[in-house]
């Protein structure tokens, strides 16, 4: 039941994955992206990984593509609506996911995956994992969400009304 | 469907209801767990969501008339109840439409994008002692927060493939409004959760067993000043007047949904009054005491039940059980109605304004304020004890005004009302 499940979950990421990069209209693009997205987090639920699998909602679904969306429909000029990548795009987009697949492929391959057993406790999971970011990583945990502040401040401060200079195109 | 499938294979593990096991016995195969699950599923969720949005759009309109000194629908079956069914066979019949130039693929995903979270949200509830479909989620209410965030996206798609401008201008309102409300929304629950120590629903509502005086809502000053700030954070996150602006008809003409016609938009009405019912349901779980019953009798009958046998008991306790959180769902959802018919719409930037520099800046004190509590305050001690009780009193105090206004409110427009169908007086001015 799992196995097929897992075939099935896995299928869907797939296709959708594929979408998204066969598409040239960018909404839709992001619509498979969506679907790619949900089929990795039914995957988390499949291992149990429950709470894994709603901060990929909560996050990608509910966050990221929300803003790709939104993105695209303020920045909407048919130009941008279609995708028509010149070579010299094409091929720096080749070379950046032939570079990320071998980093993937080369993790996977050396990485010695352990069979851990189910926590007895449900709750053991996600009470680990809140002790152990406020706890023994506190430190990573507070350097990443200061980054976080510093990019929405560079956010805002590139988003503010600023006096137009003489001659520049409205 | 595509997605509705996926949730409801997700976890076939999780099904080990009480009912699986006493009808079909303790080590039921797994095409027989996944055929009562899927059952439970489409049979029982599916006619749960539909009921939810054919009362809730008649009691809405019932409200509504009432409000606004009218009738509401009155004509089919007794006090126009069915009026909802006219509605779905008059919707049903019609065509369903494709302005030009929308993106056709999109379009017609996009409602389903809609109803489909809500109702995967629906699965996680509690409704009673047995009453519960996925037993095992131990961070439920992150989840249903999590899956409730998917449906922007429905609506964002509705509004940008139906290539017309007031569409995409609601659409885009819908995002910026949702995506701001999300913080106060997930900070208020947080506060309960720093209160309450977990996050799985059914422990949530099993903790506030035994009579109203141990529900959350009273638990601190924190949660009850949070349970106001989840409830508008709610409103603004279902868009719910007076933060319906992503549909706001008097500039929209009808907002994201305006090119829908058919079953397609039906399906929009569907999300809109089960996602309200979510909403309330959350908040009867987080705040007060899930499927209990105020004085606590449900809790004490349920835990003397037994449950190795299928009992008329059982049935019966788990059927009042769900007659109780439904009414505590019911009544914050008319109160969301009596909040849409009774205030007016602000403008977006009032909408955002709002939230990012009052409603955040208020909930994240409340948080510093819930865990410095949670910290100093010793379960069981007197101060604990103490609190419980004058919150309770004041929360008691508070519903008694409020029905205290409402029925001057009900005499004094019997006599308006008297007042005003008489003939008017000319002259004497």
Known sequence: MQAILFYIFAALTLAGAIGVVASRNIVRAAVQLLIALLGVAALYFLLGAEFLAAVQLVIYVGGTLVLIIFGVMLTARASLRTLHPTGGERAAAFASAILLLAALVTSVVTTRFIDSPAPANRYDGIQRLGQDLLGDYLLPFELSSLLLLAVMIGAAYLAKKRPQAKGEPR | MLILGQLA???????GTTFLRLLFGDAPGWPLRVAWDLAIVFVGFLALASVVGFLGIWAERKVAGRIQHRHGPNRVGPIGILQSLADGIKLVTKEDLLPRGADGWLFRLAPYLAFVPVFAALLAIPFGPDLIFERTLAVGLFWMLAILSVEVIGVILAGWSSNNKWSTYGAMREACQLISYEIPLGISILIVVVAAGTLDLVALSEMQAGGMWNWLIFHQPFVLLAFAVFFVASLASNKRAPFDLPESESELVAGYHTEYSGLR????????YNAMFVMGAIMAILFLGGWDDPLGYLSAWSARVPRDVLSLELLAVNGLAFAAFMVKAGLIVFIQMWVRWTLPRPRIDQVLHACIKVMLPMSLVLLLGSALWELFVQRNS???????????????????FTFLVLAQAFIQGRVRHQRLSEPARLGNA
């Open chain 2, 9 to 15: 294979a997700s976890d076939p593990s999780s099904a």
């Open chain 2, 265 to 272: 938009f039906s399906l929009f009405y569907l999300a809109e």
């Open chain 2, 382 to 400: 007197i101060v604990q004890q103490i609190t419980q009780w004058v919150l309770l009193a004041i929360g008691l105090a508070f519903v008694g």
